[in-house]
């Protein structure tokens, strides 16, 4: 049954035939792990509150400092020095009282991640460090969840959707087919090094909250099997193929990692 706050609050999204009333069901029963809440995270989980995904966590160690507003547009200033997960969880609250929200203010390890993801039904990397997209790629194939991908530098973007059946209904790939290994260590810039274009997150982010929404509602053709590039500068678009690795270490054939490893040592920091 809906209350009329629910009819009334998705009602421009129930009215797709697409999605409907069964949709809608589908995704107030969902459930999302958002790790960064930062500014990629920032819009996934504004779009998948506002969208009504039933439970949402967020799962940042940081604190939201002056530097963040630019493009983490959903603080405020009087934010500032507020730990970001708690923060995010007000305003998305806020913004939609009707989700769970869980706030997890730690840092993503080994001995944490499985226990924090294991009980949501799609996961989304939007981290910013090559320790934690490991870590989370890892965590998506050992508990065999999809995962949702999105990076970004300087007017650039990633999108991808890991470990979720392509078209042909075979198994895509996961991070580690597409970057079997970390680059050398300070040969990437962080975005706080390099910058960033303040609305690059919010494209980039965006397109990461649409595939999430495919992926629940089994809608069109999610990312699996591609990686969509955005060019900011250019305002242009490509999507490359990408195979699963049948050799691959985590997804392969004959997987040899089976369990989380080292990720500071695994990235030489």
């Known amino acids: 049954m809906w209350t009329k706050e629910e009819l009334d609050r998705y009602h421009r999204q129930m009215i797709l035939p697409q999605v409907g ?47 963040n507003l630019h493009r983490q547009v959903l603080y405020a200033t009087e934010d500032v020095g507020k730990p970001k997960a708690l923060a995010a969880k007000e305003r998305l609250q806020a913004l939609n009282p009707l989700v769970r929200i869980d706030a997890y203010p730690v840092r993503l390890t080994s001995e944490n991640a499985l226990e924090i993801l294991k009980d949501y039904q799609v996961l989304v990397d939007a981290s910013d460090n090559f320790p934690t997209r490991y870590l989370v790629n890892d965590a998506a194939v050992l508990l065999n969840k ?3 991908f999105g990076a970004i530098y300087q007017f650039d973007g990633q999108v991808a959707v890991f470990h979720h059946p392509t078209e042909e209904g075979t198994m895509g790939p996961c991070y580690r087919c597409l970057f079997p290994k970390p680059p050398p260590p300070g040969s990437v810039p962080s975005c706080a090094e390099a910058g960033v274009f303040g609305v690059l997150p919010g494209v980039v982010g965006a397109l990461m909250g649409a595939e999430v929404l495919k992926v629940l509602l089994g809608l069109g053709k999610p990312l699996a ?19 699963r690795n049948p050799t691959c270490p985590v997804c392969g054939d004959n997987p040899t990692q089976r369990e989380l490893i080292d990720y500071e040592a695994f990235c030489g920091l």
């Open 225 to 243: 099997g591609h990686l969509l590039l955005y060019d900011a500068l250019e305002a242009s678009f490509r999507k490359l193929k990408v195979r």
């Open 146 to 148: 999809p995962l949702v």
């Open 21 to 67: 009333p069964e949709g809608q069901a589908r995704l107030r029963e969902a459930s999302v792990a958002v790790v960064g809440a930062g500014g990629l995270g920032v819009p996934v989980l504004q779009y998948l509150v506002a969208a009504g995904v039933g439970r949402v966590g967020i799962v940042e160690m940081d604190r939201v400092e002056l530097s």
